[in-house]
């Protein structure tokens, strides 16, 4: 098992004590009101993903051979799912974010929570990390 | 006195569960939900007299005409139209002002002027400009006070010969506010300057008399006025219309065609080309028949009592902070919460139910004037209720405690 199921696995874990959805957001909002590692002078335009009903500041950087992942969101249920998407993502190598498969989303019963136009903006942010690791990748050649 | 219990009978859809709960739709300025009475009158049209209008010989076809128009007559005196060449079948309020900011580009020239306000909906703003754009005439935008009323020193200074069509929402589908149309189309009355009129939000909500209030254009959509969706109106005083180009061309449209030279059909067919939304016409037509058997006028007092309702349960929340507040206002509250995100509390009353928008309601202009990234709004229609208000307000409550 790679690092980056695991701790999607863990996560579904954690999410699965909750058995009704109001503590299931009471627990994103917990997370999203966490302090973060975020650079406020990346909150610019060309780090704005797209698709988002509120707004998402995304950036990446790399360390030795791991990426890490660094976002912000004006709202805090999007920070705490941002949260997640961190969790899983940051401190992996180029290669495991690309290959990884995300089945944690579905398995937290969030989907169903989400609305279409919702659902885009999270792909959307999947797409993103994915883009940077990419971009790691290449210049690593 | 209106018959409660009837009408929300009417609406199977208010029985939908949302997440185990009992849906409360507050979302009515978006779209308002279709009684029983429309939607029987699509499953009748498609299953006993489906065809096209204005062409056939056969029974189908006579009798699809005959419904067809009337219901245009029954727009016509819905709105205090004085002929049915008057009433124009769109697909929308979109479409509508679409169809008069392209037809009108054939009098505008470099130099002539535009008005809008600061409260338009994008699709009160966005066809203006591309019409200006082609005929270098300039949009000229009249500002909105802190309450969200049209300021109308504003309005009277921005008027001048120049001024060729003045385009204005009846009530704004944000702040709410019912704008003064007969004072404004008074101003505009001293020069030559067109009045056009969006009623998107007013048409459901107040009798409305187009006569009366004298203005040149008004439209609006079936959607909002507990009809079904890609069906509109767009009326236009006779001599306004008679001189205006068809918008587009096509069959129905025409009166004879050769390859050198086609001459367009007589009013209102010079601008329906095309195979109409037939059945949404005819439902159109039954959706008046529904709102009309209640009475515009109870239904106002109706609405104004539950946003009478709703003010009394929101002045008491320190924490909440209104966006529109003039004394002249139609059932719609927007909102924010103090230091939370519209998105977090529209995504919390989601899951408890209550069917809100959140984001810019197509106002972005609006939004960025007072600084707002976005409010939530909610906005009444008849089947609603003081005790769905009160739950509301109980759920308001519970996710800003979950927030803050
Ligand atoms: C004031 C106003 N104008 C125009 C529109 C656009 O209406 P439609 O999308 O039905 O064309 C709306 C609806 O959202 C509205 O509220």
Known sequence: MTSVEKIQNEIVEELSLFTDWIEKYEYLIGLGKDEIDFDKKFMKDEFL???????????????????????????????????????????????????????????????????ATRANGLMSMIKQIKIYAIGFKEKNG | MIDFEKIRSSFPILDVKVNDNKLVYFDNAATTQTPTQVTNSIRNYFNKQNSNIH??????????????????????????????????????????????????????????????????????????????????????????????????????????????????????????????????????????????????????????????????????SAHKLYGPTGVGVLYGKEEILEKLPPYQGGGEMIELVTFEKTTYAKLPSKFEAGTPNISGVIALGKAIEFIEEINLDLIFEY??????????????????????????????????????????????????????????????????????????RASFGIYNTKSEIDYFFDCLSKAYKMLY
């Open chain 1, 49 to 115: 993903i797209n698709g988002c009903q509120s707004k998402v500041w995304l950036y990446a950087k790399q360390n030795n051979s791991k990426v890490t992942f660094h976002a912000y969101s004006d709202a805090i249920m999007t920070k705490g799912i941002i949260a997640l998407l961190i969790k899983v993502f940051s401190n992996q190598s180029p290669d495991d974010i690309i290959n990884s498969k995300l089945d944690f989303i579905d398995k937290i019963g969030l989907k169903s929570h989400l609305s």
């Open chain 2, 55 to 220: 062409r056939g010989v056969h029974h189908l076809s006579n009798i699809s005409t005959e419904d067809f128009e009337q219901s245009r007559k029954k727009v016509k005196e819905f709105i205090g139209a004085e002929k049915e060449e008057e009433i124009v079948f769109t697909r929308g309020t979109t479409d509508s002002i679409n169809l008069v900011a392209t037809s009108y580009q054939k009098f505008l020239k470099n130099g002539d002027e535009i008005l809008i306000s600061e409260m338009e909906h994008h699709s009160n703003i966005v066809p203006w400009q591309l019409c200006a754009e082609k005929t270098g005439a300039k949009l000229k935008v009249v500002s909105v006070t802190k309450e969200g009323e049209i300021d109308m020193d504003h309005l009277e200074k921005l008027l001048n010969e120049k001024t060729k069509i003045l385009s204005i929402t009846h009530i704004s589908n944000t702040l709410g506010t019912i704008n003064p149309i007969s004072e404004i189309t008074k101003l505009a009355r001293k020069y030559d300057t067109k009045v056009f009129i969006d009623g998107a939000q007013a048409i459901a909500h107040q009798k409305v008399n187009v006569t009366e209030l004298d203005v040149d254009f008004y439209c609006f």
């Open chain 2, 303 to 376: 609405e104004d009592m539950l946003l009478n309702h709703y003010n009394e349960k929101s002045n008491k929340i320190e924490y909440y902070e209104p966006f529109g507040t003039s004394l002249n206002k139609s059932a719609i509250a927007s909102f924010n919460l103090k230091k939370v995100h519209h998105y977090d509390i529209g995504v919390l009353l989601d899951n408890m139910g209550i069917a809100v928008r959140t984001g810019h309601h197509c106002t972005q202009p609006l939004h960025k004037k007072f600084n707002l990234a976005g409010t939530i």
